[in-house]
């Protein structure tokens, strides 16, 4: 299927690993907690896979727990207090993501994010980068009963934007987030320039197409 049809109207964001690098911020607060308990700092190259997975992900790298363990629930209001304090220190929009946006913009096209980021850091990052104004739509995963890979604040998103599923683009770097588009109708595409595993397979998640940077999106709508 493609993803060049005129009758795209809506690009709808996930926000950590594709919209915004906020790695660092997330394993600052990482390694804040694992000292606390008299664990060693964890390396950027540890931590930047996992980031997209957020605290769940980031607890078992960290402290190799689960949802599942008695400690998990303190251990992730502990780690989310201490990224409250840090979260908004350096994040950065990905390299060619601004002129996708001004591109977008320029077209008459709108676009989104909808992100498993819980809406307490959600509003506040998009306006530390400035971007919560010029978003259709910013949808966390607490707005609706069922975060992704449920389609669920997908079909919110739809609702805020007011158009059908069947004219947006998803786009994410993570399995859930192409689950997710295709289970509300959408067309997917898999940022691969986000934080993507070794193990990761993406070209198994059943997206539309795959892409290595912004710029590519920007061909896709210059072309629309």
């Known amino acids: 299927m493609s993803v060049t049809k005129s009758s795209i109207t809506t690009i709808f964001f996930d926000l950590d690993g594709t919209l915004v690098d906020t790695a660092a911020d997330l394993g600052y607060a990482l390694n804040l907690q694992l000292e606390r308990y008299g664990k060693q700092a ?17 607890l078992k790298l960290g402290f190799g727990i689960t949802p ?15 990224y409250d304090q840090v979260f ?3 994040p950065a929009l990905f390299d060619g993501v601004s002129d996708l946006l001004n591109m977008i913009e320029s077209k008459g096209l709108s676009w989104g994010v909808v992100t498993n980021k819980p809406s307490r850091f959600t509003q506040p990052l998009m306006q530390a980068i400035n971007l919560h104004q010029r978003a259709t739509c910013i949808v966390s995963g607490d707005d609706a009963p069922r975060a992704k890979p449920h389609p669920d604040t997908l079909l919110l998103a739809c609702v805020q ?3 059908p599923a069947d004219s947006c683009v998803y786009i994410g770097d993570a399995e859930r987030d192409i689950e997710a588009g295709n289970a509300a109708g959408m067309k997917t595409i898999v940022a ?7 193990t990761d397979k993406p070209s198994e998640w059943g ?9 590519e999106i920007l061909h896709i709508i210059s072309n629309t």
Request: proline share 4%.
């Open 68 to 82: 599942e363990d008695a400690e998990f629930i303190v251990m992730r209001d502990e780690y989310l207090n201490l």
């Open 207 to 215: 997206a539309n197409i795959m892409i290595q940077s912004p710029d």
């Open 161 to 163: 934007a007011n158009v």
């Open 42 to 58: 964890l390396g950027m190259e540890k931590i930047r896979p996992i980031a997209s997975h957020g605290s769940l992900g980031l």
């Open 88 to 90: 908004t220190r350096s």
């Open 192 to 198: 691969l320039w986000g934080y993507i595993a070794e």
